[in-house]
């Protein structure tokens, strides 16, 4: 909501293509075996959302972090494709996470507004709600929801402080 009735200054580019890893991380997931992918789904929708709002509203731009993001989306559609699924989730996991990092950067060592700490602990406590709910312990079930709540809290904890 911020986004859509503030100045708030994000990136549409950095969203498609987090939106896009978001979406191979669902796919991923599904096709390995995980039939209730709800916190991929969340964030697809979430995704979608934001990339809406700022495509009306004009923001664009291409960076670093478009870059690696492309790179991420890349590596994790050649390996689903070349390894399988299972491999897929951790690939896309991953790239989603090193996509996350800039943002946890600028939590870190720039001044932060502590108003969007709800939704980084909201996420989190998400992810905790679907750890407690599945019921595999397996990497296609557990390693997307427990890589959001570890990113999620960090970045709860680094906007409060």
Not at 88 to 99: K, L
Request: a neutral charge.
């Amino acid at each position: 909501m911020q986004i859509a009735f503030t100045s708030l200054v994000q990136n549409s580019v950095s969203w498609i293509l987090w939106g896009a890893l978001d979406f191979i991380s669902l796919l991923t997931a599904y096709y390995a075996g995980n039939k209730k992918p709800w916190l991929q789904i969340a964030f697809v929708v979430g995704a979608l959302t934001v990339v809406s709002v700022l495509l009306v509203k004009g923001t664009w731009s291409w960076g670093i972090v478009e870059i690696l993001s492309v790179i991420g989306v890349v590596i994790s559609l050649l390996v689903w494709w070349k390894i399988g699924p299972t491999a897929g989730v951790i690939a896309s996991t991953i790239a989603t996470d090193i996509a996350g990092l800039p943002a946890m950067h600028d939590a870190i060592l720039l001044p932060s507004d502590p108003s969007s700490a709800w939704m980084w602990g909201i996420i989190a406590i998400s992810a905790i709600c679907l750890l407690i709910s599945t019921e595999k312990w397996t990497v296609k079930d557990r390693l997307y929801p427990t890589s959001t709540l570890v990113y999620n809290a960090l970045m709860f904890t680094f906007t409060i402080l």
